[in-house]
């Protein structure tokens, strides 16, 4: 099974931007759907962006379009998300994910692998 790590997380002003990465160790990560998901205190997980690595089509929450774009290297196994003009709404634990055969890719229920978490903070 995959495992997977994120890293990238930090402390930004409103408007900064912030590129997290998430490495994939196991063999079969391009036959995984993938996704970015945060979670603020005392809020549910929710889906940010997501990508189908077969085929490379990308979903995105409506709070993320227009500023984040996920993206995947198949030959580096990492998948990443470039986050643009951030907000304070925007701070959460992000964490990424990955199952086979996802239905609604920004639903949290459908994925079975997870990573342990990156923190970001954007202050106001």
């Known amino acids: 099974q995959v495992q997977l790590a994120e890293s990238g997380g930090g402390s930004v002003q409103a408007g900064g931007s912030l590129k997290l990465s998430c490495a994939a160790s196991?063999?079969?990560?391009?036959?995984?759907?993938m996704g970015w998901f945060r979670q603020a205190p005392g809020k549910e997980r929710e889906g940010v962006a997501a990508?189908?690595?077969?085929?490379?089509?990308?979903f995105y929450a409506d709070s993320a379009k227009g500023r984040f774009t996920i993206a995947h290297d198949r030959a580096k196994n990492t998948l990443y998300l470039q986050m643009n003009r951030l907000k304070p709404e925007d701070t959460a634990m992000y964490y990424c994910a990955a199952g086979i055969g996802v239905a609604r890719l920004l639903n949290s229920n459908e994925y079975s692998v997870w990573g342990q978490g990156t923190q970001v903070t954007v202050s106001s």
């Open positions: 990508i189908r690595t077969g085929g490379g089509d990308t």
């Open positions: 196991r063999y079969g990560y391009s036959y995984y759907d």
